[in-house]
């Protein structure tokens, strides 16, 4: 079975994720891939990042589900949240749209407000206000806030087995 992660990453996290199931899989993997990239692997497995609750480039995948019909995939998105049910669930609505047959991971990362390319800063420096304008906050949004003045990391090797195990079934 030819295998390949393949995966988008704006500050390196889901790149970590990325190379550590390359590793640990033995596969191929490959930056930025286009479709061409990815047609000739019967196991495909992607990751990006979570970006205002969307997928960073899954939509290589979810708009060719037709092509990429017969292979196996696996999804892993990787944000900064604990990955609560409340929240991922949602979220893997919105990416699969009732798609059945897709294994999907939460794989938990990190944020450095300082690798951040000037547009999302902007984005990231708007949310920081409307955070610190709020008389309570919860738990999640305290830890966010707190994350803009040092870095914060949660990506754990670890995280990576239940996919793998996934992939290998
Ligand atoms: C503009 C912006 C929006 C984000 N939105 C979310 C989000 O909705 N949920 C989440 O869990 N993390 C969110 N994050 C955090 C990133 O998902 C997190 O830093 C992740 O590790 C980035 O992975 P990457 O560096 O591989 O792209 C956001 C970060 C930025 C900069």
């Not at 999804?75 to 991922?88: D, I």
């Not at 610190?132 to 806030?145: A, F, P």
Request: hydrophobic share 35%; aromatic share 10%.
């Amino acid at each position: 079975m030819k295998t390949i992660v393949a995966y988008k990453s704006k500050s390196g996290y889901t790149k970590r994720y990325a190379e550590w199931i390359a590793e640990e899989l033995g596969c191929d993997i490959k930056e930025d891939p286009e479709l061409s990239d990815i047609m000739g692997y019967d196991t495909i497995i992607y990751g990006g990042g979570m970006y205002a609750g969307g997928f960073n480039g899954v939509k290589l995948i979810t708009q060719n589900l037709d092509k990429l019909s017969g292979k196996k995939i696996a999804l892993f998105a990787v944000g900064s949240n604990p990955g609560r049910e409340h929240e991922m669930r949602p979220f893997w609505d919105r990416v699969l749209k009732g798609a059945q047959g897709i294994g999907h991971f939460y794989l938990r990362g990190g944020f450095d407000y300082d690798k951040l390319t000037p547009g999302d800063k902007v984005l990231m420096s708007m949310l920081k206000v409307r955070l610190q304008s709020k008389k309570e906050r919860t738990e999640d949004e305290q830890g966010m806030l707190d994350a803009y003045d040092r870095p914060v990391d949660f990506s754990d090797k670890e995280n990576i087995k239940a996919l793998t195990e996934y992939v290998r079934s």
